[in-house]
């Protein structure tokens, strides 16, 4: 209670508090009735009822993962308390007197809520919930401080987008200086100037930033280096003036993948661009197991279409010659594409993304049992004789009922792809045909240094 005091009074000191957030009592009803099955209008009207039940019990949710289904749309979302999760220190020292404590709002607390629109629902709903709060207290009085409780007024949003427009680059404090002299009696916070900012900034789309200028720009480059070596491949598929998809392949990468097709790793960056455009790498691997880049694309979606124009062109560009191997993650989109263009390639999923979604999807519901699951999945995976493969599976869909779903229906149905008693022998296969090159290496190597050229 001290804490709240002494908070307000300097809140009050330095001007008066910025406007509380408007949620409509219709959401606070709802709120106070949350339970699994439960509808929603739309996202935003979800938002809302959870803000309204975490003002009500005195905490604030946060965005703990959300998953797009194949149109690009939000069809997942998990809320989850902010104290959720477990401190886990970059900085460790070999004498723990010198070892820095610091303070973590992280205290494993285990609230939170699943909720799904599939597609074929006109709603979203909550699929999954747990609202009981572990190692933190809970203060409905505290909780109109957090920042997604407030936001700037009209009036002031309207000067800071003139500001942001106006001014090339302003950061908060400059921001802060102009408000300050047109807006003395409100309160301005750098966390809330710069969220400001980065709300206006994302609709600004000069001539310098616009994606469709930046897309002319990069088909130039690469028309430009086309004529300087017509052995460049390059092709696109544009709709309207707006680039979707874009493939090429440099004279040194074609060399290299005539060299090293056999084994093929292929992944994507998910959209991590303002332009949420897909990178898509193809990566080969020379005698010394070193990486080489040997094609690239840009999408504008990770469908199955869009894999199949970018399969078919690399196919064009190679003179139809396929991967023997090709290593990819559990992408839905791509194993279709590369079934249909690449019908001898053997396609493999990389045991890391394997890993990866088993996290995301079973390490809340496992919770402490997770590491023993985790070990006994990897003593499973590692089996090379299929009769214990599938006892070992079977044991441990059985002694984890929770994560037994998960296994049935994603992952042994594509387990010749991932388990080792059906991959080792292409993976020996492989290895004993890196050895044979590399050894080639050394030898010609050798010869060209005894004959000095």
Not at 24 to 52: K, T
Not at 118 to 135: A, E, F
Request: proline share 3%.
């Amino acid at each position: 209670m001290l804490n709240m005091i002494v908070i307000t009074i300097l809140l009050v000191r330095k001007g008066r508090l910025l406007e509380k957030l408007i949620i409509p009592d219709s959401a606070f009803d709802q709120a106070s009735r949350l339970n699994v099955g439960m509808q929603f209008e739309n996202w935003n009207h979800a938002n809302l009822v959870l803000l309204a039940y975490g003002q009500q019990i005195g905490f604030v949710w946060r965005i703990q993962d959300k998953f797009l289904d194949k149109n690009g749309g939000v069809y997942k979302y998990v809320f989850e308390c902010r104290h959720a999760g477990k401190f886990k220190s970059k900085k460790t020292a070999t004498d723990p007197s010198k070892q820095r404590k610091r303070e973590s709002i992280k205290t494993e607390c285990t609230c939170f809520i699943n909720m799904c629109w599939p597609l074929k629902s006109q709603s979203p709903s909550i699929t999954k919930m747990n609202l009981t709060h572990h190692g933190h207290s809970l203060n409905p009085k505290m909780i109109q401080f957090a920042n997604v409780y407030r936001q700037l007024p009209q009036t002031v949003m309207d000067k800071i987008k003139f500001y942001v427009n106006t001014i090339h680059g302003i950061n908060q404090h400059t921001l802060r200086q102009l408000l300050q002299g047109e807006f003395k009696d409100h309160l301005f916070l750098d966390r809330d100037l710069a969220n400001a900012i980065q709300q206006f900034r994302k609709g600004d789309t000069d001539s310098e930033r616009d994606p469709e200028n930046d897309a002319s720009n990069l088909l130039k480059e690469l028309q430009k280096m086309k004529e300087n070596d017509p052995t460049w491949f390059i092709t696109y598929h544009c709709v309207k003036n707006r680039l979707f998809h874009l493939f090429w392949m440099t004279p040194c990468q074609q060399t290299l993948y005539l060299r090293y097709h056999d084994v093929i790793l292929t992944d994507n960056t998910a959209r991590t661009n303002k332009y949420h455009l897909s990178l898509c790498l193809f990566v080969g691997v020379d005698e010394h197991h070193h990486s080489r880049l040997v094609a690239q694309a840009l999408m504008s979606d990770e469908t199955t279409s869009s894999y199949m124009w970018v399969l078919n062109n690399f196919l064009v560009a190679t003179n139809n010659l396929a991967p023997k191997m090709i290593f990819s993650d559990c992408d839905t989109g791509l194993e279709p594409a590369i079934e249909t263009v690449f019908p001898t390639t053997r396609h493999l999923h990389c045991i890391f993304h394997i890993v990866l979604n088993i996290k995301k999807n079973l390490m809340r519901s496992l919770g402490s049992q997770f590491t023993a699951f985790q070990n006994d999945f990897f003593v499973c995976r590692n089996t090379l004789f299929e009769e214990v493969f599938e006892s070992r599976f079977n044991s441990l869909c059985t002694n984890f009922p929770e994560a037994s779903s998960y296994l049935k229906n994603i992952l042994y149905p594509i387990k010749k792809r991932w388990a080792k008693c059906f991959t080792y022998q292409v993976m020996i296969y492989d290895y004993l045909k890196k050895i044979e090159l590399s050894q080639k290496s050394i030898i010609n190597g050798y010869i060209r240094f005894c004959l000095g050229v």
